[in-house]
């Protein structure tokens, strides 16, 4: 959190790293994609696994999948999986803790007011 407080206030808020993903194809392809979300933007678990099924030419791909992998991201600050959020608007599955995410989105003016963290939560 302080990295990227630290960055916005200089006003770095692109920029890229070498990053060599030690995953499964599956997950490097997911962390990949949460690579290019944009600083103070969103997407969703859904709308990660259509862009999968797109590239795969499959006709579609699993949320939860996505979720699990996006869930074995090592470097979360950096490969921000802060920025996946539920597509009803839950917040969940967050490793480095919900009230870090919630920051996190707050900080880079991604907050929305219906985001949520639901009663039965996977986020710790």
């Given at each position: 959190?302080?990295?990227?407080?630290?960055?916005?206030?200089?006003?770095?808020?692109?920029?890229?790293?070498?990053?060599?993903?030690?995953?499964?194809?599956?997950?490097?392809?997911?962390?990949?994609?949460?690579?290019?979300?944009?600083?103070?933007?969103?997407?969703?678990?859904?709308?990660?696994?259509?862009?999968?099924?797109?590239?795969?030419?499959?006709?579609?791909?699993s949320a939860q999948?996505?979720?699990?992998?996006?869930?074995?991201?090592?470097?979360?600050?950096?490969?921000?999986?802060?920025?996946?959020?539920?597509?009803?608007?839950?917040?969940?599955?967050?490793a480095g803790r919900?009230?870090?995410?919630?920051?996190?989105?707050?900080?880079?003016?991604?907050?929305?007011?219906?985001?949520?963290?639901?009663?039965?939560?996977?986020?710790?």
């Amino acid at each position: 959190v302080l990295i990227i407080f630290v960055l916005s206030c200089t006003g770095l808020i692109d920029f890229s790293l070498p990053l060599h993903f030690t995953g499964s194809d599956f997950q490097n392809e997911v962390w990949g994609i949460l690579s290019a979300i944009p600083y103070g933007q969103t997407t969703t678990y859904g709308e990660i696994a259509k862009q999968l099924a797109q590239r795969r030419e499959v006709p579609r791909m699993s949320a939860q999948a996505v979720g699990g992998a996006v869930g074995k991201n090592e470097i979360s600050i950096i490969v921000p999986c802060h920025r996946v959020v539920g597509t009803n608007g839950t917040l969940t599955g967050y490793a480095g803790r919900i009230r870090r995410k919630i920051a996190l989105l707050k900080l880079e003016g991604a907050w929305k007011e219906n985001y949520y963290v639901p009663k039965k939560s996977t986020a710790p």
